[in-house]
Nanobody
Framework: VQLQASGGGLVQAGGSLRLSCAASGRTFSTYAMGWFRQAPGKEREFVAAISRSGASTHYADSVKGRFTISRDNAKNTVYLQMNSLRLEDTAVYYC????????????????????WGKGTQVTVSS
């Protein structure tokens, strides 16, 4: 599967952005999806995950209550709605896919993801 993330940009602190990740292929609904981010000089870190059916979601503590992950399997797309953005949310954001059985299985470890999209830059300014 090929992934293409979009929706990044420059936003003021407190603002919102919605990232999208479009997937190619007809098997999107068999993949658990995740969003990760990497800031300059830091390791890639988990942000949010969603199961292949969308029934289960999980968030990093740093974004819980501010970010929402969702998916539309009919459109082969996963979204990340980011509200109340902070300076520390500045990073390149990546979407990733992991082929999993089970409608509620979540994948949160970068090494467990099978496919990665090119990142989209999110910059939060003061």
């Amino acid at each position: 599967v090929q992934l293409q993330a979009s929706g990044g940009g420059l936003v003021q602190a407190g603002g919102s952005l919605r990232l999208s990740c479009a997937a190619s292929g007809r098997t999107f609904s068999t993949y658990a999806m995740g969003w990760f981010r990497q800031a300059p000089g830091k390791e890639r870190e988990f942000v949010a995950a969603i199961s292949r059916s969308g029934a289960s979601t999980h968030y990093a503590d740093s974004v819980k209550g501010r970010f929402t992950i969702s998916r539309d399997n009919a459109k082969n797309t996963v979204y990340l709605q980011m509200n109340s953005l902070r300076l520390e949310d500045t990073a390149v954001y990546y979407c990733a896919a992991s082929h999993r059985d089970g409608d509620t299985v979540l994948v949160t470890a970068p090494y467990a993801m099978d496919y990665w999209g090119k990142g989209t830059q999110v910059t939060v300014s003061s």
